[in-house]
């Protein structure tokens, strides 16, 4: 019974946790291309990542959106 009962705190713990990230994630606010040029940076391809960033500027290091 203590067994079944700590694994449906957990799931419920699991699952809240899951429903937040997108909130958290959409929180932070995005720079997009044009934001990234209008700070003074480049839009540059990162190839070790996969993703665009802003290099330079406001906002180097940045990931654009």
Same mark, same amino acid.
């Given at each position: =019974? %203590?067994? %079944?009962?700590? !694994?449906?705190? *957990? &799931? @419920?713990?699991? #699952?809240g946790l899951g429903a &937040? *990230?997108?909130?958290? $994630? #959409? #929180? @932070?606010? &995005?720079? /997009? !291309? $044009? %934001?990234? =040029? /209008? !700070? ?7 190839? #070790? ?6 290099? /330079? ?7 654009? /959106?």
């Amino acid at each position: =019974m %203590r067994t %079944r009962l700590l !694994g449906f705190i *957990a &799931a @419920v713990i699991l #699952a809240g946790l899951g429903a &937040a *990230a997108p909130v958290v $994630q #959409a #929180a @932070v606010p &995005a720079i /997009d !291309g $044009q %934001r990234c =040029m /209008d !700070g003074g940076g480049s839009v540059e391809y990162e190839s #070790a990542k996969g993703s665009w960033i802003c290099v /330079d500027g406001s906002y180097n290091g940045k990931p654009i /959106d």
